[in-house]
């Protein structure tokens, strides 16, 4: 039992982790590729959101959901490895 708690620990600060870096090294180039790639006057067609409104909401799913879907699907994952590896069903 405790190594699928620290199993849980290790595979939800490794989550967060990676998303730490994504939002340190991937999310600068995420948003200029957007700004290269679409133009300053893009607008999206449904809900009329410029670059502006996309960038800002790219920014709150990096900062926020990147973290919080990482760390949980990590964390269930060393739960179910140590698990399936100690035999418990």
């Known amino acids: 039992m405790m190594l699928q708690i620290a199993?849980?620990?290790?595979g939800g600060l490794v989550g967060l982790g990676l998303a730490t870096a994504a939002n340190k090294f991937a999310l600068?180039?995420?948003?200029?590729q957007q700004r290269e790639k679409m133009g300053?006057?893009?607008k999206?067609?449904?809900?009329?959101?410029n670059l502006e409104v996309l960038e800002k909401?790219?920014?709150f799913?990096?900062?926020?959901?990147?973290p919080v879907v990482f760390t949980v699907v990590l964390a269930a994952?060393?739960?179910?490895?140590t698990s399936q590896a100690n035999g418990v069903k």
């Open 57 to 59: 909401h790219t920014r």
């Open 44 to 49: 999206m067609p449904l809900t009329g959101w």
């Open 7 to 10: 199993a849980v620990i290790a």
């Open 61 to 66: 799913i990096y900062r926020f959901w990147m």
């Open 77 to 81: 994952a060393g739960y179910i490895v």
């Open 40 to 42: 300053d006057d893009w």
């Open 28 to 32: 600068p180039r995420v948003l200029r």
